[in-house]
Structures are given as C-alpha cells and as structure tokens.
C-alpha cells in the first residue's frame, strides 16, 4: 500500500501542508468539508452585485515570508500587488486630516525623525512607547505593556495592533503584537510593503494551489465532512465520514486542518481556542476615483481600511462582534456614508454586499494565546495544522500557512 497523508480541511493550512509535502512526491488526499475550497479565505460569485468577491479583504505585508514563498510554489507571486515602497496612506474622518505613513525601508528607522514621513502632530518621542510590546513579559496585555491612549495610539497604534489582531489591542497578547512587529515595522520599511491579492483571494492562494495538487497528483475530495476518528492507544485509525469510512494504513498520516471548534468534536481532551473574534466587510460596486490609493486607514469612523479595487470598494471593520446584529442595510448605510465622505463619491448608496464572519479569528488574549497547542498530538500518526496552532503569531494567512508547513514537516518526519 502506497504511504497516504491524508488532510481534513482545504482552508490555507491545510492547503499549505498539501503543496509541501505533494511537492516532496509523496501521496496526499485532501478532504473538505465545503463544496469548495479556501475556507475563511475565499472568493465566490456574488449574484446581487454580480461580482466575483472575496469573504473579505486580506491585507497581508512583505515581511509574510512563508505566505510569499507559499504563493511562489503555486505559481502565483505575481498575484499579490501593492506600492514599492512602504507607504501607508490615512485619513482622520473627524478632522478631513490626510497624511502618508512613510517608514524608511532600513531596519535603522530615521523615518520616525521625519515630519513628513511620520503621524502628524506627534514627536519622534512619542514612538519609543512601542518598545513597550517588545520588552513585554509572557501573558502581558497590550494595555499593561503600553500607554492606549493619545493621538499616536489613535491615529497609529490603535488601529494597526487592531486589523493585526482582530481584537481590542487594550486585552490583546502583548507577545502576539511583538510577534507581528518584530517581523514587519521592526524589521524595516523592507519588511513592511503592503501586498494585496488584486484580483482576488481565489486567484491568488486558492485556485493555482489545487491546479498545483491535482497536477502532482494528489486526490482532492469535496463535500467530505469528517465525522468522526477511531483511535487505538497511540494512533489514529480510521475516518469516518458518514457514508463512507477509512482505513489508515500502518505508515498513513492523519493532518487535522480544521478550525479549533470541529478540531475539538474530532481528537478526545484537546484544548484550543474557544472564544473568536467577527469581521464586518462592506462590498461597493463602483469604480475607485482616480488616484485613490490601494488602501486607506480610516480612523475615527466606522469604517477602518478602504481597498480599492478595479470593480469595487471594500471596507473592512475588525473586532466586529458589535455590529453582528446590526442590519445589513443599516450597516450598509452607515459605511457608505463614510466612504463617499472620504472618496468624494457621490453620497447615492451603490450596489453593496455586507459579509459578517462572526468566527473570524480566535480572540489574541493571553487567555486564548495559552491554549493553543503543538502541530504534534499524543497519537503518533495524528498532526494539527490551522491558524490557532501555536504558531507564535495571531490568526493570519502567514500564520495558517506557517501552521501548514510544520504539520507537513512533522507527519513526514513521523511517517
Ligand atoms: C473576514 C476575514 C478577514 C481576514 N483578514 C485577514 C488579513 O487581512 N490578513 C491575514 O493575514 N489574515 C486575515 N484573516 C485570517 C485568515 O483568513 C485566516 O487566518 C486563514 O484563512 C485561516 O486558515 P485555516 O486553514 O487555518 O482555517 P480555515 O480557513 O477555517 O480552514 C479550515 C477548513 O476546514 C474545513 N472543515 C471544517 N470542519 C471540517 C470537517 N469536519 N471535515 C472536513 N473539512 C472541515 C472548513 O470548511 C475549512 O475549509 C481574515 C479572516 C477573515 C474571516
């Protein structure tokens, strides 16, 4: 019998861990749940605008290495687009104040001396309170590790630490916000460049992974819920998955992709994150005014980044759990007032799709940070993969495919 690495779940972990180890020859089968894969990252056909549209906007910077090396094996670097310097350009909806966030591309960062290059109306000083995160002891909150308040926390740190975390920076790990910072602003400008998936997430991570797969083989299977695993002392031995069931063979592996929750019904005592955080994005269907830059960080409103895209706008708000019973149309509304406010368009609401993802991310408290476990599990065969992993980062796409690459890593080490 041929080695089987068999994978639950398509999403990015799952994918990642694929790619490495069909790239390595060996036989892999990858089972989804969904009719399609991608999971909290994906595209699809909107019949109301008529668009193709992603489950949300990914914002991903080019200090993501394992992302950026992900998408060079499937083909698709070419994919993710965004300015060649580090540039961040902002708007204060409360005072119309615009300025560009502009962190020089050394790791030494002069910029923080430049007027011109830093937030308005702060002082190189004011900077220095960041160090706060770095020196941080294990299970500080961000809140104990530095001042949240003031214009720089407003206008930089507040929003920043947010859409990195998907959570209130004020109860959020301080050691996942270092984590972040050590590998991007810390890092330098260099590391810092925003990339964003132009022409959709299913372009670029989703569809050339499973030409990928399929072109070295590997069997990808849809509509395959896993229900349940039978276990021996030390080994997974058999799926099921409801009509049909399988037999591990002697050196098969068992990758378990899922999220936290279905991770938890599937492998007896695990613990895991259980407490999640909801993103709120609003799709337009209308063209970007002409110079509107790739991405606008919008603060004071509701609204907190705008992407511009060739066929619509789309914003996104993180942390959202507050605005999950909020109608669409209200939120719709509300969003698109301040979009048409900051772009000049005009204040008539387009075409809009409002996406809630209510478990978008696993809160990035201490509380949860402890919870996360390891890629290896007490059964021999039987390795974890998923941006709740204990990757050392919060719950991202680099995180996910860092979580992918060291299940494929230990499964082919075991096998
Ligand atoms: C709205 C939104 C915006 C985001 N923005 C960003 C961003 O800007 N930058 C960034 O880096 N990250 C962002 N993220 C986070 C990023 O999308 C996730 O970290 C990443 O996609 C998680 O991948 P995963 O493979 O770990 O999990 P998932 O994508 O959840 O994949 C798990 C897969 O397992 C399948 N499954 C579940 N149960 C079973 C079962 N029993 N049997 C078989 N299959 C099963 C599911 O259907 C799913 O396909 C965002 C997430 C959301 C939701």
Known sequence: MTQTFHIVGAGLAGLSCAIRLAGEGRRVVLHEAARMAGGRCRSYYDSSLDLVIDNGNHLLLSGNRAARDYARRIGAADELVGPQDCVFDFLDTKSGERWRLRPNLSRLPWWIFAQDRR????????????????????????????????????RLWGPVLLSALNTDPREASAGLAAA???ETLAAGGAACRPLVARRGLGSAFIEPALATLRAKGAELRYGARLRGIEFSDDRAERLNFGEETIDLGASDSLVLATPPWAAQELMPGLEAPDDFRGI??????????TGQPLLLGMVGSLSEWLFAFDDRLSVTISGADRLMDEPRESLAARIWAEVAVATGLPAELPPWQIVKEKRATFAATPRQQARRPKAETRWRNLFLAGDWTATGLPATIEGAIRSGYEAARSAARGA
């Open 280 to 289: 709120v994005n609003a799709h337009f269907k209308i063209a970007p005014p």
């Open 119 to 154: 937030v308005p109306g702060t002082t190189a000083r004011d900077y220095l309170g960041a160090l706060g995160i770095l020196r941080a002891r294990g299970g500080a909150t961000i809140a104990e590790a530095m001042e949240c308040s003031g214009l720089l926390y407003e």
């Open 180 to 182: 972040v910072l050590r």
